[in-house]
Structure formats: C-alpha cells, structure tokens
C-alpha cells in the first residue's frame, strides 16, 4: 500500500477508534443532608442519563457536617442542605450565588412501641419515656426539634433524657433499633421507619420552618447549573413529593 493511502487509513482507523470511545465522564460532586438520601439515590441515575458522560458522586451527613468540610476545602460542586440559614452564611462567606430552595421537610415524634400514645406534648413527661433521640443543636433537625421544645416549655424538662444522634438518619435508626423510646425525626424519615410509627403529628402552627436549598460550591461545573434546572422540573418534584417533602413552595427565597 502506497505511504500516503496508509497514512489515509491509519487517520480514518484513529478516528473510528476516537469515535467509539466513550467521552471521559464530568463528574458532579454533591454534598447532600442525610435526609435527602432515599430521593437523591433515585434522582441520580436519571440526571445521569439525561447528561451523556456525567457522573454524580454524592456525599451524605448532616448539613453542619458538610458545610464544616466545604469550608476545610473539600471539593464540592453542590451542597443539598437542610438549613436554609446555614447555606446563607456559606454564600456570603463565599461569596457564592444565593442558596436555591427547592423542598420543605415537617418534624414528628415516633416512638418504638406503638402502644406508646403522645396526645400532647405534655405526654414526653411521663415516666415511660426514659430516652429521646435528638441530634446536637449544630445538626438542622436537633435545632429545629430544640426551637419546638423550647417553645412548649419542655427543653429543660427533658434535657436529662435526651440521647444525642449524629443526624436525622441515626435519630431514626436510634428508636428504630430499640434503643431510645421516642425520637423527633423528618416526617420524611418516619416514612421510611422499620419498626417505629408515629406518636405525635406536631401542629401545623408549631412546626419550625424547615427549609432545603441547594447551593452551588463551584461556579466552574456546569453540571451544577444543570443540577439547579433539574431540580425545578415537574419529575423530580414529583419524586420529592413522593418521598414526603414539600414542594409547593419552595421556590420562594429561603
């Protein structure tokens, strides 16, 4: 074969190969709270398959957790967080675009037993209920249950029997393994429990304002943006809806 045909065939060999592999994935880096795990599992596969080549790599814990790491430098493009107040003060920290509220989350109390009956918040006094699961003050849903308890004059009261959780996942897996009597936990977690039910439905009038945002930590991954516009389509609030999360509102600013 003439140098010049094999020069054109080894171009057009170069190119077939080129062609048929595959692209080198983007890959997205998310910080999510704990609560959103069940839904983010789901989520990802599909923004993965509607975004050739990205890659969604999700890190879960509580939100003061992963704002503590972003800080420390860890490489997040996104950060999904329950704490609307929180987001702000990395943003401004950062300066960063403002936080994007996209759900909204309601607290409960479960309890192991479901013979144990809470009629009023005043039941949480009784002697039967030695432990309650409540994460540190630091963590969203143990701030959120502290302002509630604080507001029904009950936080003193049961400061001596309160168990202190990591996050929302492990004030769950707390009651639900036997190990504290009750929990004040996501209604969306308590959807999700084993083998605890819910005691108490805490009044619409009552209930902290518990808000997730998404917040971008990279202003060079488009993936993010694109995270962003995913979150606003009518699929994946549907999904969270699904799971227990409020959508309806959460386009306002937090």
Known sequence: MPHGRKQTAFAALFGALLLSTPALAETLRIGAASSLRDVVVELAPRFEGAHAGARVVVSYGASSVLAAQFRAGAPL????????????????????????PF???????????????????????????????????????GRY?????????LLDVLASRAVQTEHARAT?????????????????DARIARNAVVAYRIPDAEQP???????RGSATQPLAEAWLDFLRTPATRKAFEGAGFETRSARETP
């Open 77 to 100: 493009d996104l950060l999904l967080l329950a704490d609307a107040q929180l987001a702000r003060e990395l943003s401004e920290a950062f300066v960063l675009d403002a936080p994007t």
């Open 103 to 141: 759900a909204h989350n309601r607290l409960v109390i479960v309890a192991r037993d479901a013979d144990v009956v809470i009629e009023t918040p005043a039941a949480l006094r009784s002697d039967a209920i030695r432990r309650i699961a409540i994460p540190s003050p630091a963590v969203p849903v």
């Open 145 to 153: 249950a502290r302002e509630w308890l604080t507001r029904r004059n």
């Open 172 to 188: 769950l897996l707390a009651v639900d393994n036997g190990h504290v009597d009750v929990a004040i936990v996501y209604e969306t």
């Open 209 to 215: 304002a518990i808000t997730y945002v998404a917040l």
